[in-house]
């Protein structure tokens, strides 16, 4: 695969809950962004397909006082026509529907604020996608080139050459997803694994508890029919601490950047 210095990198963290996605990102993010990790800056970013969710799922927590009903749907309302698009000319939803999507979200059970709200995550998903099944992938493509276009504005301004950007995407597990991501100019795939017992535990460490049919829901299952042959890395995370987990995958990425540098 040869790189583009002139595009951003994407990688795609594959993996069911508890394999450690997110792990890697809250681990390199940070520090690229303190210059901890290497000599020459290298920009790291990151993305989630369920970042808008994320969104509605910190509304539905969060606020409280007054008139915090109207406040959470007008929440909900604005992140679904971030998601969804605002005119039906470009394929968003008519105004009645925008209305009844919301009102559904935000009926949804919720869990309290401090656990994670894995559960109206995938219900919330659910809704989004009666519209439009590929909603998710549709934003996060727009997203990350509205990333992209603000660092070389950011290093334009200032007079700067640009230097190479990376985003990670966290939560790929679909094959619309995983698609998505390999057909970018320098996109590549991570497979994450781990033995399901060493997930089950990571799960009820970090959140609490474990309902037994997340392991079970749509997209998780979803992995299974990604091609093997797409990802470009696969770590075994069963017996691995996060920290080699993100060390491995910095390496990796290392690796492709020294490679593009030669080749350019």
């Known amino acids: 695969m040869t790189f583009d210095q002139n595009l951003p990198i994407i990688i795609g963290l594959v993996g069911e809950a508890g394999t450690g996605k997110d792990s890697v990102a809250d681990y390199l993010v940070p520090l690229a962004r303190s210059g901890a990790l290497h000599e020459e800056q290298t920009v790291f970013d ?31 309302h ?53 519209h439009s ?30 230097p190479p950007f990376v985003v990670i995407v966290t939560d790929v597990r679909l094959m619309s997803e995983a698609t998505m991501i390999s057909a970018q100019p320098n996109g590549l795939l991570i497979r994450l694994s781990a033995e399901p017992n060493a997930r089950i535990e990571r799960i009820q460490k970090r959140d609490g508890w474990l309902d037994p049919k997340r392991l079970g829901h749509f997209t998780e299952m979803e ?26 995958v910095y390496e990796f990425i290392q690796q492709k950047l020294q490679g593009a540098s030669v080749n350019a």
């Open 46 to 76: 990151r993305i989630a397909f369920a970042q808008p969710l994320k969104r509605m799922a910190t509304a539905r927590q969060k606020i409280s006082g007054y008139k915090a009903a109207d406040r959470t749907l007008y929440d909900i």
């Open 78 to 130: 604005t992140t679904l026509v971030e998601l969804l698009g605002n005119s039906p000319l470009y394929g968003a939803p008519d105004y009645d529907d925008l209305i009844s999507m919301t009102r559904k979200i935000f009926s949804l059970s919720c869990e309290p604020d401090g656990d994670k709200p894995r559960k109206f995550l995938q219900e919330a998903a659910d809704i989004c996608k009666t």
């Open 133 to 162: 099944e590929n909603c998710f992938v549709i934003y996060a493509k727009l997203k990350m080139q509205e990333m992209y276009r603000q660092h070389l504005y950011d290093h334009k301004q200032n007079d700067e050459i640009a």
């Open 223 to 248: 992995i299974a029919k990604i091609d093997p042959m797409m990802y470009n890395l696969i770590i075994d995370t069963t017996d691995m601490i996060e920290k080699e987990v993100c060390e491995q």
